[in-house]
């Protein structure tokens, strides 16, 4: 049995962003897209025209002050390896007590189909009616599309602007 990480999410967080489930290397090194080869970071440094930061303090704290915030639809499964695809018996994180302790989060953005696809099944695209979603490219190695295009899709978040 494989358990997901605490959400990173502050007050001010605006955009969710949801992955399945953090991969081995992720879960050894307690890091949010720990392994080197998943792009999420590079993605997301380079949607918000910022340096790359190497430690991962420096990410998360970036992260939040863009106004993202970062969590995994899945709470626990069983998994062999790091494939969504051999996740079995999962089960969803709270989400209802997520959006009442969190209510200004706007954007879900699904890093992946399979992370879209038990959130649908487990959870209800009706949980909270002002939020807009957005099923992207997975960010893991194992999705063979290039940087560019992962990083093209991923683009439709950079229309979204939020101020307090």
């Not at 340096?51 to 991962?56: F, G, L, S």
Request: proline fraction near 4%; charged fraction near 25%.
């Amino acid at each position: 049995m494989v358990k997901s990480f605490q959400p990173i999410i502050t007050d001010y967080s605006k955009i969710l962003i949801l992955g399945s489930m953090p991969g081995e290397v992720s879960l050894a090194k307690h890091e949010y897209y720990g392994n080197p080869r998943n792009k999420f970071w590079r993605i997301f440094y380079s949607l918000m025209n910022m340096e790359y930061q190497v430690e991962y303090e420096k990410r998360y704290a970036n992260l939040l002050e863009c106004g993202w915030a970062l969590w995994d639809v899945i709470l626990s499964c069983e998994r062999q390896g790091s494939l969504d695809i051999n996740i079995k018996n999962a089960i969803s994180n709270d989400f209802k007590e997520l959006y009442r302790r969190f209510p200004g989060l706007k954007i879900i953005a699904f890093n992946g189909t399979k992370a879209y696809d038990i959130y649908r099944r487990q959870v209800g695209l009706d949980l909270k009616d002002d939020l807009v979603y957005h099923v992207l490219p997975s960010t893991s190695p194992a999705n063979t599309m290039t940087f560019e295009m992962k990083l093209e899709k991923w683009r439709v978040l950079t229309q979204y602007r939020f101020s307090e």
